[in-house]
């Protein structure tokens, strides 16, 4: 996966987080167990597509190979202190 798709795929997640949330806040209710899934799944797949993108560009930096960064699992991304 090249940085242009990550882009538009941590794009196509925000948005249909904003989508969501927007629900949610018109409903006045909050979410029900299923968007508040889809939410947690949705800001997992975020953090990691933007932990692979820094992870490529700091190997371009270091005049490594981006291409061999893969996506790490969930668990270890959730692990980070921000």
Do not use: F, N
């Not at 949330?21 to 409903?27: G, K, T, V």
Request: net charge negative; hydrophobic share 30%; with cysteine.
């Amino acid at each position: 996966m090249d940085d242009k798709t990550i882009l538009s795929r941590i794009s196509e997640l925000v948005d249909e987080e904003h989508r969501l949330r927007a629900d949610a806040q018109q409903h006045e209710s909050g979410t029900d167990d299923e968007a508040r899934e889809r939410l947690r799944a949705l800001e997992e797949s975020l953090d990691q597509c933007w932990d692979l993108l820094r992870r490529r560009r700091a190997a371009r930096q270091a005049h490594g190979d981006p291409d061999a960064q893969g996506e790490r699992p969930v668990p270890e991304v959730e692990r980070y202190l921000q």
